[in-house]
């Protein structure tokens, strides 16, 4: 049984390296993160839309190029290798994929050739704050037409044009669309550890909104959304760590310390080993989310939950790791390693901890055992 990709998909992960290698250097991303008023490179989010990338997933009756999840999971991993500060994730993994669920035929003609082309950029709003996401927490109202609350953190907030919002209605909660240039509605920009993805604060005050699925299924919505974004989420964890680990090789080989290369000492030989096992148990998660993904297998909330927390670990433990084996430039701004880290703290975070994420599967494992 092969379970690698095949050599097409093996190509186009070749050929996004290589652009994404030439247009997303750490100089572009560190444009983002030294201008508190710049929130991501619109360059490089222009000529990710040029590549067509935003369609790869999106059936081409909706205006993509029909590819599939698959192909999806190659370039979210290449996004991750270059940290691109871009609002990809939150467009694709989690706005296109809630419509491709649950959106009606009539709303996915009028919204996802538009995510394909790129004049639509879509966010998912959730949290309201501090704690675990649930019924009770939910304050965000819509009472059939509009919405009034607010929802803290927004990844991307400040950069979309639309999002998808989970809310309250009636007794139930409800997944809502809503035009984010509509009137009554307000974003304020939020300082995190990683400028170089935005994230705001989105008020609204009976702003317009349009019910996506049935009503009163919200969380469980939500929740399904999660387990497909989690798993790309993971790809691209997976090649954030994977770089900070080739950066450290690279860093072992060169430094010489007392007339040697510093990767010969048993010390920095573990801190490479360590990283690779955790990589290569990532990598081997991830896989069996992307199988679980492409196929719409049963397993999907299993495969999730063992896809996040692998790479969680393995893109946290890689970046710290590195900034460790650089020593003392590690730690230095001029020095890459903290891209890296601030990145790993961030996705960690991004779809619910990796503590929600064990639960989950710990959950999903005894109701498998149980049947």
């Not at 702003?207 to 699925?213: D, I, M, S, T």
């Not at 399904?224 to 997976?238: M, V, W, Y």
């Not at 297998?297 to 393995?314: D, G, V």
């Not at 991004?350 to 599967?361: S, Y």
Request: charged share 25%; proline share 3%.
């Amino acid at each position: 049984m092969d379970f690698d990709f095949s050599d097409d998909q093996k190509f186009l992960r070749d050929e996004a390296r290589k652009f994404l290698e030439a247009q997303c250097d750490s100089g572009v991303v560190r444009k983002v993160l030294d201008n508190d008023n710049v929130h991501h490179s619109d360059e490089l989010w222009t000529q990710i839309k040029e590549m067509g990338w935003l369609g790869t997933a999106i059936p081409g009756e909706y205006g993509g190029l029909g590819l599939g999840m698959l192909e999806l999971c190659v370039i979210a991993e290449e996004l991750g290798r270059v940290l691109a500060p871009v609002p990809f994730g939150s467009s694709i993994y989690f706005f296109a994929e809630g419509l491709k669920a649950f959106g009606s035929d009539a709303q996915k003609q009028e919204f996802l050739p538009k995510v394909a082309d790129g004049s639509i950029v879509g966010c998912v709003g959730a949290s309201e704050g501090p704690g675990p996401i649930t019924a009770v927490s939910i304050k965000c109202e819509f009472d059939g037409s509009q919405v009034t609350g607010s929802k803290i953190p927004v990844t991307d907030g400040g950069i979309a044009t639309h999002a998808l919002l989970l809310v309250k209605e009636g007794s139930g909660t409800s997944l809502v669309i809503a035009d984010l240039s509509a009137d009554g509605v307000t974003s304020e920009t939020l300082k995190t550890v990683e400028p170089t993805r935005d994230h705001a604060q989105l008020t609204f005050s009976a702003a317009p909104g349009e019910r996506l699925g049935e009503a009163g299924q919200g969380i469980e919505m939500y929740q399904a959304i999660l387990d497909r974004a989690a798993i790309l989420l993971a790809f691209e964890q997976l090649g954030g760590a994977s770089r900070a680990q080739e950066m450290a090789i690279e860093y072992a080989k060169e430094r010489h310390a007392f007339g040697r290369p510093i990767g010969g000492n048993q010390a920095i030989k573990h801190k490479l080993a360590d990283m690779y096992v955790k990589n290569e148990v990532a990598r081997s998660n991830a896989y069996y989310g992307a199988w679980a993904l492409s196929t719409d297998a049963a397993e999907l909330p299993e495969a999730a939950a063992a896809a996040r927390i692998a790479a969680s670990e393995a893109f946290w433990f890689a970046s710290k790791e590195n900034t460790q084996t650089h020593g003392g430039m590690g730690f230095t701004w001029e020095v890459d390693c903290h891209l890296f880290y601030r990145r790993a703290k961030l996705l960690a975070v991004q779809a619910g901890a990796p503590a929600v994420w064990k639960e989950k599967l710990v959950r999903a494992l005894e109701m498998k055992n149980a049947a």
